[in-house]
């Protein structure tokens, strides 16, 4: 029996949207996850990070992992911000797989005591390199089937920047890896971590431009709010706190917090957009 094609499109819509929810959930559970071992800790960890040392260890990789698969999974209605959440859920699983350096003081009941975490890493990076690098030819591949054989009208330029950008980060990264693995250990999750943070906070200024009207104060608000709150955590770090062990815990919640609030207002948005109306394109309320 043929499902009626209105049918198709509220699976579709479905889908859309736990998809989006999924993040926002993600994002909570992590949250949650490490206010529990703070309750059961006697400090505070210095930065989400850390808590990969924690009981807090499965929640952190697993929020990350699931996080970037959805920002890939998830077609934006423009080729650019799709680029952008593209690279973004790229490095959400780099800041999962290669952790943070193990801290001075793990103050948790059940610490993890992880003595060869470059075992780790070997093995879960080229996992993840090898996986990109099928999913960047999928990609390349369904691009060119969406251009030719259905006749649908894109920008090509994004498109092949995000290929060939995932394809330059995926190299470089393991280059980076084979060539220097000390550095790679050392510094691969605060890099990945800092750009994945940049590249939401340009989806979130993009949208402060170019989504509905009612709803562009709202992502400028917090896309504002999230540059001046990492550089008064900074500045009352350098200035005024200097023994003042929590900046980067203290940036990081603020950042993750005000991107879920913008996930879930931009789900809120395109909540009746559907896959193939795209956001822009769908009449206002």
């Not at 499109?9 to 992590?30: D, G, P, Q, T």
């Not at 350098?238 to 609030?261: K, P, R, S």
Request: hydrophobic share 55%.
């Amino acid at each position: 029996m043929e499902i009626p094609a209105t049918t198709l499109n509220e699976y579709a819509k479905k889908s859309y949207r736990y998809l989006r929810l999924s993040i926002v959930i993600m994002v909570a559970a992590l949250i949650v996850s490490v206010i529990i071992e703070r309750l059961n800790a006697s400090c505070w960890q210095g930065s989400f990070s850390a808590y990969y040392y924690t009981p807090a260890h499965a929640v952190f990789i697993g929020a990350l992992v699931a996080t970037g698969a959805c920002l890939i999974a998830i077609k934006a209605a423009d080729d650019w911000e799709d680029m952008l959440l593209n690279v973004a859920g790229m490095l959400a699983p780099v800041v999962a797989f290669v952790p943070t350096k193990p801290p001075g003081t793990v103050c948790s009941k059940h610490p993890l005591d992880l003595p060869n975490r470059e075992s780790f890493v070997s093995n879960n990076i080229l996992s993840l390199a090898i996986g990109g690098a099928i999913a960047i030819a999928m990609a390349y591949g369904l691009a060119r089937l969406k251009r030719k054989d259905l006749g649908v009208e894109t920008d090509k330029w994004p498109v092949r920047a995000g290929v060939l950008g995932a394809a330059a980060i995926t190299l470089a990264g393991v280059a980076w890896f084979i060539r220097d693995e000390d550095s790679f250990l050392a510094h691969a999750h605060d890099y990945s971590a800092i750009a994945m943070f940049v590249f939401i906070g340009f989806v979130v200024l993009f949208n402060g431009f170019r989504a509905r009207p009612k709803y562009q104060p709202y992502y400028r608000v917090i896309v504002g709010g999230m540059a001046i709150a990492a550089i008064a955590v900074i500045v009352a770090k350098l200035v005024l706190f200097e023994d003042w062990a929590y900046e980067v815990l203290v940036i990081e919640a603020v950042e993750a917090g005000l991107f879920g609030v913008f996930w879930l207002l931009q789900t809120l948005e395109n909540w009746e957009a559907g896959i193939d109306q795209g956001t822009r394109a769908t009449p206002l309320a």
